[in-house]
Each structure stands twice: as C-alpha cells, then as structure tokens.
C-alpha cells in the first residue's frame, strides 16, 4: 500500500510540476556584445532561471538595457522549445567612448563600459559661466557611475567637482562663489525600477562678495526611486522622494518629484509632473532651491525665486515624428518631436497671496542627437525667454 501512495505521490508532483512548468523561459541567448560581459546583460535582464513568460516584464527587461547607457538598439526574440521559450537578446552596443554635454557641468568625454563592466567613467569641462553681469572660468568634474554594479543589485556613484556657481535676485544681489566638493554614494535595486541610494556630500564654497567667505557643508541624503507600468507599457507612473540631512549644520530639505507618462494614439503622448521641495530653516544656500536652468517655471528670470517652499505642476503634450527605414529594429525612430507646455507653480514667500501662484506656456521640440535629446523651448511667463536644453 506504502508502495501505491508513494507513486501516487511521485505521479501527482510531476503533473503539477509539468503544468506550472509551461511557458516559460528555459534559457537566454545573448548576441552583440562584443564588449559587455554576459552576467552583466542577464542582470540587468533581472533573469531568473525557469522564469514565467510575461511580456510586461519582458519590456521593462528591454527598458532597462537601453537606460543603461551601454547599448544603442536593443531587439528581443522568443524561440518556441516545447511547452517553454528561449529568449534571443540582440544587442547593439554604443561607442565605448562618447561626448558627454551638459549646460550644469560643460562638455567632455565617458568610457560607458570599462572592462565590460558596465562601469562609467566620466570628465567634464565648463569653460565659462555666461551670465548678464560676468564672464569666467567655470571649472571641471570627474567621476564613475555604475548600475547594478558588477552583476549584483547594487549601484553606486562618485563625484568630485570645482565649480564656480553664479547666483542673483536682482542685478544688486548677484554673487558668485567657488564650489569645491565630492559625493559619494551606494544604492541597491531590487528589481527592474526600484532604487533605494544613500548619499555623503561634503562641499567647500568660497566667495569673493559675500560677508561670509567661506562654508564648509556636509549632508547626508536618501533618495527612493519607483517606476510602475499600466496597460502593457502604455503608460507609466514614476515618482521619487528625496531627504538631505546636514551634518555640521541642523537643516533638512525634503522633495517629491512624480511624472505620469501617457500614450494617447499611436506615438502621440502626455506628460504631467509634479514637483515639491520644503527647504528647512538654516538651509544652505548652495542646498536652496532656485528656479533656472533645467527645473526652473521658464518665462522668468532664471534663479528669480528663492522660497522655503514651492509646488510645479507641469502638463506636456507631444507629437512623435518617426521614420521606418528600420534604422531600429525595436522600434521606430524618434527624430524629432514637438510639445506644448503648461506650467504653474505655488511658490510660498509669506502670507498667502495670490501672487504666490506664477504661470507659464511654452513650445519645444526634442531633437534626437548621437549624445542625446536637443530641446530648444521658447516659454512666456513673465517675459518670453528662449531655453536650449540637452
């Protein structure tokens, strides 16, 4: 009889074991890189061995290679084996080395891939700072990036920076300082679009024009990143919140920045954010923030607003332009796209009043280029203001 249920048993644990056994992933076929480390492909692939078939994820998957910085077109194919599939995984992989702009930092050069390690290593130059009252020197950066570092869940980033900074309200109040300083940090993923990071940033800042000359400033930030797709990859929400600590100083900023992204027909899309800071009492400057340059309620003087707390609501509408000469095989290519943007903000500067809520309209086209998005705008707020923007 022990016999008989013993069988039975073996019996029953194989036809449940071939049932839930069915369609999925048995093994991944990874193609094209030349460069890249296979271990370092599967973990951003977030693959687990015998992993169920399921194309939401199979998108994040490709999501994730193409984010990463290493690859330039990323093509994904399932080859039937029985009941189960073999995922094909072509991947063409970008320039190991590449020019690197950015309107903050200057311009400069990254190794994207060292060793094939998915490790990048940066340096930027900023020649000069332009502004309406002065021309000078604006300084460097240098520093090493890398998510999911060597094949595990974790990521890390190292900056150091000099930097001179220009700040003003009006054209009475302009000062400027030199910024010298390092950030170091180390984050975990656990799975495709969730990122914990802990962050140490310690700067030095030194004016020539201020009655404190010096400050000397170190803070401990976290950050919490989220990314959640709806509707087969037609839609996502993206959030993180951010904290930062002082250290030799008692002061804490908190933000929330959310964008919902929508695709209403075909390519056509919408894009709202939201965006809230709270500055606590004795904040840095340096930690304060400003409206300018790539976050700012464009139509107004750039910096013009410096508040314990402020509130962006921004609404984008944008129209795809793409071509089908199979320059992609993922996709179509995205060449250009125009928007139109809506942005109002609450901006606290006392007693509430209605001048606390600031409006502006804008249009901009997204140029794709070989080190990224374009993005000439021309906004009206309070004036009408032209921005260029990578």
Not at 98 to 121: A, Q, R, T, W
Not at 239 to 245: F, H, K, S
Request: hydrophobic content about 40%.
């Amino acid at each position: 009889m022990k016999k008989y249920l013993v069988i039975f048993f073996l019996l029953l644990f194989s036809l449940s074991f071939l049932a839930f056994a069915k369609d999925r992933i048995v093994e991944v076929e990874v193609k094209g890189n030349t460069t890249t480390k296979e271990f370092i492909v599967l973990n951003l692939l977030n693959y687990t061995k015998n992993m169920k078939l399921d194309i939401d994820a199979l998108e994040r998957s490709q999501n994730a290679l193409l984010n990463s910085g290493l690859f330039s077109d990323v093509y994904m194919d399932l080859k039937s084996t029985g009941d189960d599939y073999i995922l094909v995984v072509n991947l063409k992989e970008k320039a190991h080395f590449i020019p690197v702009i950015d309107l903050e930092k200057g311009v400069g050069i990254e190794n994207n891939d060292l060793f094939g390690l998915g490790v990048g290593m940066y340096g930027t130059l900023r020649f000069f700072n332009l502004s309406p009252f002065s021309v000078f020197w604006g300084g460097y950066t240098v520093g090493l990036s890398s998510p999911r570092a060597f094949g595990t869940h974790f990521s890390f980033k190292a900056e150091y920076g000099d930097l001179k900074n220009l700040y003003w309200q009006t054209p009475a109040k302009s000062f400027y300082y030199d910024s010298q300083g390092f950030t170091v940090g180390l984050g975990y993923e656990w799975d495709a679009g969730n990122l914990f990071m802990a962050s140490y940033t310690s700067k030095t800042n030194s004016s020539t024009n201020l009655s404190q000359t010096d400050s000397n400033v170190n803070s401990i930030s976290f950050v919490l990143k989220h990314i959640s797709y709806f509707g087969e990859g037609r839609s996502y929400l993206k959030w993180n919140a951010g904290l930062e600590r002082g250290v030799n100083e008692d002061f804490t900023t908190l933000n929330l920045d959310m964008r919902y992204y929508y695709r209403i027909i075909a390519q056509i899309y919408t894009l709202t954010r939201s965006y809230s800071v709270y500055n606590g009492e004795n904040t840095p400057l340096m930690s304060k923030y400003y409206f300018g340059q790539t976050s700012d309620l464009k139509g107004y003087d750039l910096r013009a607003f410096s508040t314990p707390f402020m509130s962006l609501l921004e609404e984008r509408i944008g129209v795809p332009f793409t071509s089908s000469f199979k320059i992609s095989k993922s996709s179509q290519m995205t060449f250009l796209t125009p928007e139109i943007i809506l942005q109002e903000a609450f901006i606290k500067s006392g007693e509430f009043s209605l001048d606390d809520f600031k409006f502006s309209i804008g249009i901009g086209i997204k140029f794709k280029t070989p080190v990224g998005s374009l993005e000439p705008e021309l906004f009206f707020g309070k004036s009408l203001k032209f921005y260029l923007e990578f």
